[in-house]
């Protein structure tokens, strides 16, 4: 397929780049109380007749009792991530937060001080510059985007994007008001709660390891697709989702917009080991799938992964989390090419081509 049009803003390691970035440490925490999709479903205040976990393809998912939040998800995973690591947070120039949800004591949503400020505090980055980033389940992607530039132009040399999600809380909301499987509420259903955290630092401009190409649209039109916000009595809020309408725009525009990447990668869907999208529902992976095998006339070298169907849709956490998951299993290899795609609502649709390296793959214990 030909682009002639530009759709995505991209930024790669290129020819004036001073450095690149590589990914240093991927650490997450999800909650011990697991919560299966039989027993939510059994929590319904209405007799559905849903069977969720044929449609979905999620059996289980993680949730806090309330005992965690998103900010000390978000901190329990940055630990992870400097552990695994070997670094210490002292050392990071700056540190992003990218949640969707800031809720700390309880479900009281902080905007300041900002979340950000409040991980860097905790796990003792004290000389960190800190922000908040937003960007729906887009949200880390977006904020690994940010930093690579930053390092990219050698403005800083080491920084941590994290997340904590504790988003569950919509999924207990709606189980109080769906009544068929035309409700808006249905997607609550999916979520789970965790925390996830990206450490990267600078490399040599020429180093094979690293970000090599990011790139992000927003297609607008969709903005009213999903919306969430307090409604009547119920704690939190509500999310209001036309599931089949936000997955048909991700399967028509996502193919125009991985072959742009691609082409100015240099490299085909077959050079792509593995691809980690999104986890909103198993069968929504492997439709957007088959989508892009039949559009590119092939697909990558492994089958999308799936971890959605064990910890739900963990928002802007899902793609590290898989990572993660990915890497304890000893699947991915050093030196593979990886493609974490962002499909999230507004419709916000992205894609950073990523290479690991040995040192941090044997780190999680595997070794060629």
């Given at each position: ?5 530009h759709?995505l803003?991209?930024?790669?390691a290129?020819?004036?780049a001073r ?19 039989r ?6 205040r ?10 979905i393809g999620i ?31 002292a ?19 902080w905007?300041?001080p900002t979340m ?12 960190a ?13 977006t904020?690994?985007t ?9 403005t ?14 919509l999924?207990?909301?709606a189980?109080?008001h ?5 409700s808006k509420?249905l ?13 990267f630092e ?9 970000i ?6 927003t297609i607008a039109d969709h ?9 009547g009595?119920?704690p ?6 036309d599931s089949?309408?936000i997955?048909r725009?991700?399967?028509a ?16 869907i ?16 492997r439709?957007?799938m ?5 559009s590119?006339?092939?697909g ?9 169907d ?6 802007s ?11 304890e299993a ?11 795609i ?9 894609v ?12 999680y214990?595997?070794?060629?």
């Open positions: 397929m030909a682009v002639d049009r759709w803003v991209m930024e790669g290129g020819p004036r450095y690149r970035s590589r990914l240093a440490g991927a650490g997450r925490h999800l909650p011990p109380t697991h919560l299966s999709t027993d939510l479903m059994a929590s319904t209405h007799n559905t007749h849903i069977d969720l976990e044929r449609l059996r289980d998912r993680r949730v806090s009792t309330g005992d965690e939040d998103s900010c000390s998800l978000a901190t329990a995973a940055a630990v992870d991530c400097l552990d695994r690591a070997g670094q210490d947070a050392g990071l120039d700056v540190v992003i937060n990218c949640s969707i949800t800031k809720f700390r004591d309880g479900l009281t949503q905007m300041e950000s400020a409040a991980v860097a505090r905790a796990i003792g980055a004290e000389h510059m800190t922000f908040d980033l937003s960007n729906a389940c887009a949200g880390m992607l904020g690994a940010v930093l690579n530039n930053w390092i990219r132009q050698g800083v040399q080491r920084g941590l994007v994290v997340s904590g999600e504790y988003i569950s809380q999924g207990q909301n189980a109080r769906i009544r068929s499987i035309m509420e997607a609550c259903l999916t979520l789970g709660d965790a925390g996830a955290a990206l450490l600078r490399a040599p401009a020429d180093s094979a390891a690293g090599s190409l990011a790139g992000f649209t903005s009213r697709l999903c919306l969430a916000y307090p409604k009595d119920d939190g809020a509500r999310m209001f989702t089949r309408g997955q725009a991700a399967i525009a996502t193919p125009y917009l991985l072959h742009e990447v691609l082409d100015a990668a240099g490299i085909s077959g050079d792509i080991d593995h691809v980690i999208t999104h986890q909103t529902s198993a069968r929504a992976i439709k957007g088959a989508a892009l095998t039949e590119f006339g092939g990558p070298r492994h089958d999308a992964v799936i971890t959605v064990r910890y739900g849709n963990t928002a956490t899902t793609h590290t989390v898989a990572l993660v998951e990915e890497l000893g699947r991915i290899r050093a030196g593979e090419t990886i493609a974490l962002a499909l999230a609502s507004g419709l916000e649709i992205g950073v081509l990523l290479t690991l390296d040995e040192e941090l793959v044997n780190r214990g595997h070794r060629d």
